[in-house]
């Protein structure tokens, strides 16, 4: 089956075009339905590090949580992330929790476009397009639900195909090496996958245009040489680690990503991998070498544990990009099976049955909320009442990330990733009714916020739940 390229965008694209934007906004949005805070984790983090970078007014600032440990652009790579939101939110005065609720939706459907932009010039737009509107969020692998670099990352993988396969001039070359910057920036990670799945289409190049070649390894390579000294710093001992075995995730993900994204689509992703090699050009094994190349990444820190831990976690959402981009070519061969009523017959079934079976799933994720309304308020309470001389407080270590994204104060501990010894330290301190005044002063914590039982005469109670040390160590 020979899928036309050649041809103006159809009316009827961008007819189908806009329910598929709903449904990535839709898709996107279900973490947030019910819920008008940030709901991962990281979110939080980010939310906290953009405030710190606006207000210490320089990429070096000191830790928001702890209060001591100092950031600066080597050891803070998503610090053009934090940049760019708090200038945005800065300039814009959009309300954080209204950034952090919609555009995560708002991103997911201009990355949607940017599969479109790429895919309609091979043959398969509105296709590719559907299954991108597919890709799962959950809270292992972050997704396109949580306003994180990874997912803003996802949106110039197929903007810079999409230059590198029909373009061969100057400025193609400064606008992909523009993307390769930003990236570098707010997520390595996302830049390194970048570059993996353009290597295969740069090497296929090698003979016949090795102008182009050059052109885009060079715009590719120079942000890691040259505007980044300190990543430059970095490929040495990232080098050296790729030689030495990794422990997986304690939640071992990647044999659960096809039930998770969809039995079906993977299904069409085969298909469309078979389609395109038929086919035959050089952009159209260049899209499935960059699937497979990402594919056999994953594959061996799975199996062989050799390769990056991050490269591993985040590197899951760039293969199912390039699976839903592939996906699509399986879907424009099924389309135009002959006779014509029957091909778009079978493909509306396709479709509607894949819809049915991937919109309940995502529906159904779950997903860990950190604080309810009674928290946001105490904790707006405590930035807007409690004097800069009470920095550090006490709570539960599970809600202490969203304290500090909010009061703008430090904590004593916080739950991240791992459980820490402080963190049992401050849930028996809660637990035993905040009686131990010495530990207080000992770690100079200063506020105490918890629902449950507090006696202690040397707190006083200043709000529903909120307590303040009397004679705290203001400051020092």
Not at 179 to 196: D, E, N, Q, R
Not at 218 to 226: D, K, R, S
Not at 397 to 414: C, D, G, L, M, Q
Request: net charge positive; charged share 15%; hydrophobic share 50%.
């Amino acid at each position: 089956m020979n899928l036309d390229t050649n041809h103006k965008i159809p009316k009827f694209d961008y007819l189908i075009l806009l329910p598929i934007m709903a449904l990535a906004f839709y898709i996107a949005f279900i973490p947030h339905l019910n819920y008008p805070y940030p709901v991962h984790v990281d979110e939080w983090v980010h939310l906290a590090r953009s405030k710190a970078i606006l207000a210490a007014g320089s990429t070096a600032f000191v830790d928001p949580f702890s209060g001591q440990a100092t950031f600066d652009l080597s050891s803070n790579l998503e610090a053009g992330f934090h940049l760019f939101w708090g200038i945005f939110q800065s300039i814009s005065g959009i309300p954080w929790l209204v950034i952090f609720k919609y555009f995560p939706s708002i991103i997911f459907i201009i990355t949607v476009l940017s599969v479109y932009i790429l895919s309609q010039k091979e043959g398969f737009g509105w296709e590719a397009t559907l299954f991108t509107c597919l890709i799962p969020t959950t809270i292992g692998i972050l997704g396109p639900a949580f306003l994180v670099p990874v997912a803003t990352g996802l949106l110039f993988i197929p903007l810079s195909i999409f230059l590198a396969f029909n373009f061969r001039t100057a400025w193609s070359y400064v606008v992909i090496f523009v993307f390769t910057c930003f990236l570098l920036s707010t997520h390595a990670p996302s830049a390194i996958g970048m570059v993996i799945v353009l290597v295969p289409y740069i090497l296929i190049n090698l003979k016949g245009k090795f102008k182009h070649s050059l052109g885009l390894t060079l715009a590719l390579a120079i942000p890691f040489l040259i505007p980044f000294p300190w990543i430059l710093d970095l490929l040495l001992p990232t080098a050296k680690a790729l030689l030495v075995p990794q422990p997986l995730p304690t939640y071992v993900i990647f044999p659960k990503i096809i039930p998770t994204y969809g039995y079906l689509p993977i299904l069409f992703c085969l298909l469309g991998t078979f389609i395109l090699a038929l086919r035959g050009r050089k952009k159209d094994y260049s899209l499935i070498l960059g699937l497979m190349t990402i594919l056999l990444m994953l594959i061996i820190f799975f199996t062989l544990h050799y390769g990056l831990h991050i490269m591993y976690e985040r590197g899951l959402m760039y293969m199912l990009l390039m699976a839903s981009i592939v996906a699509g070519a399986g879907l424009m061969w099924i389309k135009k099976l002959k006779p014509p009523p029957l091909g778009y017959t079978l493909c509306l079934v396709l479709v509607a049955l894949t819809l049915a079976l991937c919109i309940p799933a995502r529906q159904s994720t779950s997903y860990y909320h950190m604080i309810d309304n009674q928290d946001y308020e105490a904790f707006v309470w405590i930035k807007d009442n409690v004097s800069e001389d009470y920095k550090k407080a006490i709570l539960d270590p599970w809600k202490a990330t969203a304290f500090t994204a909010i009061s703008e104060k430090n904590v004593y501990t916080r739950i991240h990733k791992t459980t820490e010894s402080s963190d049992r330290q401050a849930s028996e301190f809660l637990r035993q009714g905040c009686k131990d005044t010495s530990f207080l002063r000992g770690n100079r914590i200063s506020i105490v916020y918890t629902r449950g039982v507090c006696q202690n005469p040397d707190l006083i109670e200043v709000r529903r739940d909120i307590y303040l040390l009397k004679e705290a160590t203001k400051g020092k």
